[in-house]
């Protein structure tokens, strides 16, 4: 749906007025390498899609305000401090809990607003669509607030509404990417201190291919957090030896190799390996991505596979099954899943001559091997979130 035919469906739901409305939109992300860092205070290197959330919003004559989707059924109209005080569990406890931030912050919204989202992210495939409606809640609500739309701000804030008001235990990463996302680059994210650098994502005549298992995630959550309080039981032997480690991913991997023994439980040392050795590969990468040495960047995304699955455990069946039909494409650089895991994308680098031929043989093995119909979206990297100023 192009911004044009958008502006006609608000008009059709909340009818004219004299009050301006305005257009913003936030993208999804896929990670490219670095996973299950954020938490861990390590590097993660994101990228923000050319698909997203696009939000249209307009003043109210009263202090109400109304949610409306063009994808999703639910809707709702009130106010904050009523209506919509406490959680839904439908898509809108997403910008309901970035309101509740905003107030925290002192920022009080001055009147009521219509608002009216559309997404074209996949739900539940781990491409930030929940990050994406946030971060475009906060930018817009600031930017007709007229206040600063500080978009590292905007990144803590929203996802302190996913952390504290929708009640999922996530990291910094998904909401830093869909905020602070530049065209063709990708995010080098120190997620302790949130410094970052955007570093040109030049891929020549690779093209990145997201793959969406549509395994449904079930589970996710829970096992979600199982990993983080592993992380923090290595940690905390860990820090029987190094006192002053305040994260998993502060050290290096010969370093962990000299201190793993302490670590009695097999599982919770093979966490720990993960996430150190993760950390050090995202480094390594960027500096093959500077060099232009994509062999070297594709390698390191299959060695990122193997460890989510054998040391962190986060792939299951389908994911692997997508990463190794990838695999065995000659036209294939590199390939890995991305975000959480357990269901979800995989994130593959393929040369453009050869995109169409692999997708058909991908979809077809996979199919045969998992009985799931894949999806697959060939992309660029696109922008953070932003107001699209020639809607108006
Ligand atoms: C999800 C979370 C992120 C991050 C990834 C794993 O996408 O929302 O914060 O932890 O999983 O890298």
Request: hydrophobic share 35%; proline share 2%.
């Amino acid at each position: 749906m192009n911004t044009q035919q958008l502006i006609k469906k608000f008009v059709e739901k909340y009818g004219e007025s004299n009050n301006v409305y305005r257009v913003f939109n936030a993208p999804g992300r896929v990670n490219l390498i670095g996973e299950h860092l954020d938490y861990n205070g390590g590097y993660v290197l994101p990228a923000a899609l050319e698909f997203g959330t696009t939000l249209i919003i307009r003043q109210r004559d009263d202090q109400q305000i109304s949610f409306a989707s063009t994808n999703i059924p639910y809707e709702v109209v009130g106010s904050i401090q009523d209506e919509l005080g406490s959680k839904s569990d439908q898509w809108t406890d997403y910008p309901v809990g970035v309101i509740k931030e905003l107030e925290k912050i002192g920022v009080q919204l001055s009147k009521g607003y219509d608002l009216l989202y559309h997404g074209d992210i996949p739900n539940g495939a781990g491409l930030s669509s929940s990050a994406s409606i946030e971060v475009v809640t906060a930018y817009a609500l600031l930017s007709m607030e007229g206040k600063e739309t500080d978009t590292v701000e905007i990144a803590k804030l929203s996802q302190k509404a996913e952390n504290l008001f929708v009640g999922v235990n996530s990291g910094i990463m998904d909401q830093f990417a869909v905020a602070n996302g530049r065209k063709d680059h990708a995010i080098l994210l120190m997620c302790d201190t949130l410094e970052y650098e955007l570093v040109p994502f030049e891929t020549g005549a690779y093209k990145i291919v997201i793959a969406n298992t549509n395994k449904r995630r079930g589970l996710i959550d829970s096992k979600y957090n199982e990993r983080r309080s592993e992380c923090d039981q290595a940690l905390e032997i860990l820090q029987k030896e190094i006192p002053a480690l305040q994260y998993l991913a502060q050290l290096k991997p010969d370093q962990f190799e000299t201190l793993q023994d302490s670590i009695l439980d097999e599982t919770v040392r093979r966490r720990a390996k993960h996430v150190v050795e993760e950390n050090q590969r995202v480094l390594d990468s960027v500096e093959a991505l500077k060099k232009g040495d994509l062999d070297s960047f594709g390698q390191y995304m299959n060695q990122s596979h193997d460890s989510l699955r054998y040391l962190y455990e986060v792939t299951g069946d389908e994911l692997d099954a997508m990463v190794e039909e990838f695999q065995r494409e000659s036209g294939t650089l590199g390939v890995r899943m991305t975000g959480a895991g357990f269901g979800g994308c995989t994130v593959a680098l393929v040369h453009e001559d050869k995109v169409d031929s692999v997708i058909e043989q991908v979809a077809h093995n996979y199919e045969s091997r998992t009985g799931l119909k894949p999806d697959f979206y060939v992309c660029g990297v696109g922008q953070g979130v932003h107001e699209i100023e020639e809607a108006l």
